[in-house]
């Protein structure tokens, strides 16, 4: 008997510990079946061509989005609904659950690597400086906006342009916080500003709508790194960026990434030369 009962033990420990490990896949699950529920995943965007984009009518595009609406509708999630956030609010509003993921050019560095779970490559890109007709100040880096004691460059609020300027000693007071690209634009031609850094890709996004002859564009930016987003998913939701994952490798290896990204100005093969560990590592 006592025997029997010293077995009886082990066997509910072992089924205890199967119910465990249950219990532990289904939350790591959960996530999912809820976005699955609810029809749709709430995302971060930053209005930011060609990255991310919202018409008139309130329809979210831009290659970011359109990445994550086709790999959310494989997980069985029917669409996104976005909400515009500045790059500096993006991770505190994941953090406090205001969206389920950011998908917005918000690129990988191993602060933000630290802060939340990144998806593998998405979008890359170079930085580069919008300027008045033949760089009347000699641009080629944020180096040369530092030692130019009376020059102001405008970057949007707690974005990667903002960093590199205050990393390479301009001033605070002469780093200007500029809301959106049409701001920066207009600054630039009014002379409020000496130039607006963004990517290239949104610059020269700017540029085409602007199709004004007295500005130039700047680059790449010279000694700025290039870099490449992911989508940013809160700390605890791996389950979720994992599957996120799955599918994004498959589009990638079929080339239907490379049809969706493409015709935006991105490279897919940029994105596929590297990794998110890579990019979480680099300094």
Do not use: H, W
Not at 147 to 174: F, M, N, Q, Y
Not at 225 to 235: E, N, Q, S
């Amino acid at each position: 008997m006592k025997k029997l009962g010293i077995l009886a033990g082990v066997a509910g420990l072992a089924v205890t510990a199967v119910l465990a490990t249950s219990s532990m896949g289904s939350a790591a699950d959960k996530k999912l079946e809820q976005l699955k529920a609810q029809g749709f995943a709430r995302v971060a965007i930053a209005n930011e061509p060609p990255y991310t984009a919202v018409a008139a009518d309130g329809k979210v595009s831009g290659a970011a989005p359109d990445v994550a609406r086709e790999i959310f509708k494989r997980l069985g999630v029917a669409d996104i609904v976005a909400s515009i956030s500045e790059y500096g609010a993006m991770i505190p509003g994941l953090q406090a659950g205001r969206f389920d993921v950011v998908t917005a050019g918000l690129f990988m560095k191993p602060e933000r690597c630290a802060a939340v779970a990144y998806s593998e490559p998405v979008l890359c890109d170079a930085e580069a400086m919008l300027v008045k007709k033949g760089n009347p100040k000699g641009f080629k880096s944020y180096e040369d906006v530092a030692k130019d004691t009376s020059a102001t460059i405008g970057a949007p609020g707690g974005g990667t342009e903002e960093k590199l300027a205050l990393t390479a000693g301009v001033p605070r007071e002469r780093v200007i916080v500029v809301p959106d690209g049409q701001s920066g634009l207009k600054m630039v031609q009014d002379g409020r500003i000496d130039a607006y850094s963004l990517p290239v890709l949104s610059i020269n996004d700017l540029m085409k709508k602007a199709a004004d002859p007295n500005l130039e564009v700047i680059a790449p930016v010279q000694g700025a790194p290039v870099y490449c987003d992911g989508a940013a998913f809160k700390k605890g939701d791996e389950a979720l960026r994992d599957a996120f994952d799955v599918e994004l490798a498959k589009m990638k290896k079929s080339g239907e990434f490379a049809k969706i990204i493409e015709p935006y100005g991105f490279s897919a093969a940029a994105a596929m030369s590297t990794t998110r560990d890579k990019l979480c590592a680099a300094k």
